[in-house]
C-alpha cells in the first residue's frame, strides 16, 4: 500500500476514466502526477452518480457512450503503476463492483497494482464482505466521513479505513465552490480524535486558496469537479490543462508554507 502525501497539503487528484477517452485519461493521470498529484483517484463511470454534481454526471454520461466499463479502467491503473509510484485508488459506486464481482474485483485491482478503493455509496455498517475481500487482497478501503456523521459512525469510518479517510467539507453533491464550508474544519477535529491516518479533505476544493487553506487543517485536498471541468472545457489540450491548473494549486500551497 503506497499511499502518502509528501507536503502539506497533498494532492488527491480525481479524474473520471474514458472522458474522453481512456488514453486520454491516462495521460491527464500521468500529468497531474507531475504537477505534484500524490494520489489518482480513478473514477469508474456510472450511469446514475447520485453523488456527483454536474460536471462530473457529463463526464460519466460520455465516459459509457464511449463503452468505459471497470475493465477498461483496471487497464489504465495497470499502465498508470508501470510509470508512477503514486497513489492509486478505484473511484466507483458499488453497482459496477457487484456487477464485476467483489472477490474478482479485488483480485484485479490487487494484480493491477492498485492501491485500494473507495466506494462512494457503499456504507462502513454495511461493508463487512467488502472489508472481507479487501484485507484479502491487501487493498486499502477508503471510507468517506461527513459534517452530519454521528461520533459512531466516524470511529467505524476511523477504524475501518486504511491510506487515509476522505472527510467531505460539507453535505450534498460535488461541485466546485467559491469557499469552503466552515464544517470542514470541524469535521476534520473530529475525525483526529479517532485516527492517526491522514485526513484529506474534497468536495469544493477548487482555488490555489482553498488548496493552501485545506493545509492549515487537514493533511490533503482532494480536487475533482475542477480537474473534470478543464478536461471538458480544453478537447484536445486536457493533460496540458490540467497540469497547468495542479501546478497553480501545488505552487501557491508551496509558497503559503514557505511563508509561515
Do not use: W
Not at 454536474?54 to 454520461?61: D, H, K, N, T
Not at 474485483?105 to 492501491?115: L, P
Not at 480544453?234 to 509561515?260: D, I, M, R
Amino acid at each position: 500500500m503506497a499511499i502518502h502525501f509528501k507536503q502539506r497539503p497533498g494532492l488527491v487528484a480525481y479524474i473520471t476514466c474514458g472522458d474522453p477517452t481512456l488514453d486520454v485519461s491516462r495521460e491527464v493521470a500521468l500529468a497531474a502526477i507531475r504537477a505534484g498529484a500524490d494520489v489518482i483517484e480513478l473514477g469508474v463511470p456510472f450511469s446514475d452518480p447520485v453523488a456527483d454534481g454536474p460536471v462530473i454526471q457529463r463526464a460519466s454520461e460520455r465516459a459509457l457512450q464511449h463503452g468505459t466499463n471497470l475493465i477498461g479502467v483496471l487497464e489504465v491503473a495497470k499502465q498508470l503503476r508501470q510509470q508512477s509510484n503514486a497513489g492509486l485508488i478505484i473511484f466507483s459506486y458499488l453497482n459496477p463492483i457487484l456487477q464485476f464481482g467483489l472477490d474478482k474485483f479485488c483480485a484485479a485491482a490487487a494484480e493491477a497494482g492498485v492501491d485500494g478503493a473507495l466506494v462512494t455509496d457503499l456504507p462502513v455498517e454495511e461493508a463487512a464482505e467488502y472489508l472481507r475481500a479487501m484485507k484479502a487482497h491487501k487493498l486499502a478501503p477508503v471510507f468517506l466521513a461527513a459534517p452530519t456523521s454521528p461520533e459512531k459512525r466516524l470511529r467505524d469510518v476511523a477504524k475501518h479505513s486504511r491510506g487515509f479517510v476522505y472527510a467531505i467539507s460539507r453535505t450534498g453533491i460535488t461541485g466546485a465552490r467559491q469557499e469552503l464550508a466552515g464544517d470542514a474544519r470541524s469535521l476534520v477535529e473530529r475525525l483526529r480524535v479517532h485516527t492517526k491516518l491522514p485526513i484529506a479533505v474534497g468536495f469544493g476544493v477548487s482555488t490555489p486558496e482553498q488548496f493552501a487553506e485545506v493545509g492549515g487543517f487537514a493533511d490533503a485536498a482532494v480536487v475533482g469537479s475542477a480537474i473534470v471541468q478543464r478536461i471538458e472545457q480544453n478537447p484536445g489540450q486536457e493533460a496540458a490543462a490540467v497540469s497547468e491548473f495542479l501546478s497553480s494549486l501545488t505552487g501557491t500551497a508551496q509558497e503559503a508554507v514557505g511563508k509561515s
